[in-house]
């Protein structure tokens, strides 16, 4: 019996129904940009190279936390052999491991020297710039003011750069309990990956109680973040259910679905095409469908394969910009 008291066979036959009951042609409407970005395609790449090193066969590879954001990439990359770790202490001395995507602190580079680990640096580059700004305007004197989520590694990473200098500011709200030694000497960063909405908020808050607020010399939220967030505004006002894949951890992602929501459009986070609800189709004859950065786009494709499957689909792809960024592996697997 379910939770609802029926057979497996009755369930089974009300699930059917729910399927058969909402389905018809419908209409997506693809974003682009979507998916990955070039910080993902570079982490991962470090990964893969290191995996395929002939010297490195048959040596366990470790990753200090998720490389990206996303449940499929890090199975995709455990069946290969790669060991995920939550902390270094887990990394046997001598071993290599890979720091991800988000970044670390100094502290964890120093942790990882004083193990005698080779550590590979995946950081995005776009969020190493950020360490240096928090690392150049707090020896300058200022307060960094980093606007960003507690608990999420990118952040913990950017806090770690000046912890002494640094305050974290999640929301609006938390500007007004915010203490600094001079108000005059305040500079604000954040995380790459927040709504720029929600950001703009922040920093008028800000602004409102540090009148001399200093900016960073160029936006802290990334080209893939802006992009995207940008690429599924312009759909979401012809569509009727905004689907977006990503891992429930993932920060951009989170942020495609909520501004959306605040937009007043019904709108979902799925980590694949098992996600989708059938009650969420009913009357819905057009979808937008957009993928956070982390996200592969063969899960783009089977989400679009898995509305095929119950009606005729037509697929409208719209572009509000194109993508051409790349970012140089990092020494430690470049090839010679
Ligand atoms: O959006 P977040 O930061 O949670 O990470 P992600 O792995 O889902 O997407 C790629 C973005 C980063 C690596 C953070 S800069
Ligand atoms: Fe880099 Fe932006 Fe991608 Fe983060 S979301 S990895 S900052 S390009």
Avoid at 28 to 55: D, H, I, K, N, Q
Avoid at 113 to 132: I, S
Wanted: glycine fraction near 8%; charged fraction near 25%.
């Amino acid at each position: 019996m379910d939770s609802e008291g029926r057979s497996p066979l009755a369930a089974a036959c009300a699930a059917a129904d729910a399927w058969v009951g909402v389905a018809g042609p419908r209409t997506v409407l693809l974003a682009s940009p979507r998916s990955w970005c070039a910080g993902v395609e570079r982490a991962v790449e470090v990964v893969e190279r290191l995996l395929e090193e002939p010297g490195r066969r048959g040596r366990p590879l470790f990753v200090r936390k998720q490389i990206v954001h996303n449940t499929h990439v890090v199975r995709g990359l455990e069946r290969r052999g790669v060991v995920f770790v939550e902390e270094l202490d887990e990394v046997p001395e001598g071993a290599t491991v890979v720091f991800s995507a988000h970044g670390v602190s100094p502290a964890v580079r120093e942790e990882a020297r004083g193990r005698g680990l080779e550590a590979v640096d995946a950081t995005c580059p776009l969020v190493t710039k950020v360490h240096a700004e928090a690392r150049r305007f707090s020896a300058r004197g200022d307060t960094v003011v980093l606007i960003g989520h507690d608990g999420h590694e990118e952040v913990e990473g950017t806090l770690g750069e000046a912890p002494e200098h640094s305050v974290l500011v999640q929301s609006p709200s938390d500007v007004r309990d915010v203490e600094v030694p001079d108000p005059d000497r305040v500079t604000y960063l954040t995380q790459t990956t927040l709504a720029a909405d929600e950001t703009a908020e922040a920093v008028d808050a800000l602004r409102a109680r540090f009148p001399r607020l200093k900016e960073p010399p160029s936006d802290d939220i990334c080209y893939a973040t802006t992009n995207r967030q940008n690429a599924l505004e312009a759909i979401v006002p012809g569509a009727g259910l905004v689907l977006v894949i990503g891992s429930a951890n993932s920060s951009n992602s989170l942020r495609l679905v909520e501004r959306t929501r605040r937009a007043g459009t019904a709108a979902h986070l799925i980590g694949d095409a098992t996600g989708i609800r059938p009650g969420w189709l009913a009357g819905v004859a057009t979808v937008a469908l957009t993928a956070g950065a982390s996200a592969p786009q063969a899960l783009v494709d089977e989400v679009i394969r898995a509305l095929s499957g119950l009606g005729p689909v037509t697929v409208q792809e719209h572009s509000t910009a194109v993508e051409n960024v790349r970012f140089a592996p990092p020494k430690e697997v470049r090839t010679p």
